[in-house]
Nanobody
Framework: QVQLVESGGGLVQAGGSLRLSCAAS????????MGWFRQAPGKEREFIGAVNWRGVITSSVDSVKGRFTISRDNAKNTVTLQMNSLKPEDTAVYYCAAAAGPRLTRKEYEYDYWGQGTQVTVSS
């Protein structure tokens, strides 16, 4: 059974940093593209970025470019989201997701597995 478990969320002051991790219990982890999404209160879930097995990254949210970095460790079956210079508008539940295959996708329905989410709250 595939499980994705996020960790590292919490409360941080504006300008601070957090590092989210997602541990995947997938035997063929390197065959999956891993994505990060977030959902703020009252808003739809939005795509942040994704990384495939080769480390190729795509991102979507202009507001996080230059502040958020996605990386993965295929040996440890983990993907991380390093978030710097956090802003109150980054407050959301953050989810990691896994999509079979090397193609990077921004579409939620193309992801096969999802974590339970981790709360990130940025205070002003």
């Amino acid at each position: 059974q595939v499980q994705l478990v996020e960790s590292g969320g919490g409360l941080v002051q504006a300008g601070g940093s957090l590092r989210l991790s997602c541990a995947a219990s997938i035997s063929t982890f390197s065959e999956y593209a891993m994505g990060w999404f977030r959902q703020a209160p009252g808003k739809e879930r939005e795509f942040i970025g994704a990384v495939n097995w080769r480390g190729v990254i795509t991102s979507s949210v202009d507001s996080v470019k230059g502040r958020f970095t996605i990386s993965r460790d295929n040996a440890k079956n983990t993907v991380t989201l390093q978030m710097n210079s956090l802003k109150p508008e980054d407050t959301a539940v953050y989810y990691c997701a896994a999509a079979a295959g090397p193609r990077l996708t921004r579409k939620e329905y193309e992801y096969d597995y999802w974590g339970q989410g981790t709360q990130v709250t940025v205070s002003s």
